[in-house]
């Protein structure tokens, strides 16, 4: 993200002073990191406990946080553009490269319609073998099938 609120600023500087990470905040929050992050970044909506327990763990005041939850959350702030942060991209590259492929085993699997992005959960994962460390991302969207309704009442058209 190219710009910060002033109160996704305060979390950032609050969390690298105390040396903490998204995970030990997660387990204090009870929620998944990635969820955490995502409230840092803005894109994501902090409850109101959620708001408690990171002002009284990072130590920053609770009305400049209380923010996070008086507004909407700016999710999607990628833009038009190609993204140019690399691991962003590489995210990026995975859907152009493979998109198509998980959206036909997809199909197959559950029909015709669309995966949710809005009743989502999603969790990271550092996996190691032998040749090294992997990244396991695991995204879990509620399937919504497409309906198509017939009206019977044609006389108002």
Same mark, same amino acid.
């Given at each position: 993200?190219?710009?910060?609120?002033?109160?996704?600023?305060?979390?950032?500087?609050?969390?690298?002073?105390?040396?903490?990470?998204?995970?030990?905040?997660? @387990?204090?929050? /009870?929620?998944?990191?990635? +969820? *955490?992050?995502?409230?840092?970044? &803005?894109?994501?909506?902090? %409850?109101?406990?959620?708001?408690?327990?990171?002002?009284?763990?990072?130590?920053?005041?609770?009305?400049?946080?209380?923010?996070?939850?008086?507004?909407?959350?700016?999710?999607?702030?990628?833009?038009?553009?190609?993204?140019?942060?690399?691991?962003?991209?590489?995210?990026?590259?995975?859907? @152009?490269?493979? /998109?198509?492929?998980?959206? +036909? *085993?997809?199909?197959?699997?559950? &029909?015709?319609?669309?995966? %949710?992005?809005?009743?989502?959960?999603?969790?990271?994962?550092?996996?190691?073998?032998?040749?090294?460390?992997?990244?396991?991302?695991?995204?879990?969207?509620?399937?919504?099938?497409?309906?198509?309704?017939?009206?019977?009442?044609?006389?108002?058209?």
């Amino acid at each position: 993200m190219e710009s910060h609120s002033t109160a996704a600023l305060a979390l950032f500087e609050a969390k690298a002073q105390k040396k903490l990470t998204f995970e030990s905040l997660a @387990q204090r929050l /009870g929620r998944d990191e990635v +969820a *955490v992050a995502a409230i840092f970044y &803005g894109q994501a909506t902090a %409850s109101t406990e959620d708001v408690k327990k990171l002002a009284e763990t990072l130590e920053v005041d609770h009305a400049l946080l209380d923010t996070l939850i008086s507004d909407f959350p700016n999710r999607g702030q990628i833009g038009p553009q190609i993204p140019r942060e690399p691991l962003i991209y590489r995210l990026f590259e995975i859907v @152009q490269n493979y /998109g198509y492929a998980y959206k +036909a *085993v997809i199909n197959e699997k559950f &029909g015709d319609g669309i995966m %949710s992005a809005v009743s989502f959960s999603t969790h990271v994962e550092k996996e190691t073998d032998e040749k090294g460390d992997w990244v396991v991302i695991k995204l879990r969207g509620k399937w919504y099938a497409y309906i198509w309704l017939v009206s019977t009442n044609t006389s108002s058209y």
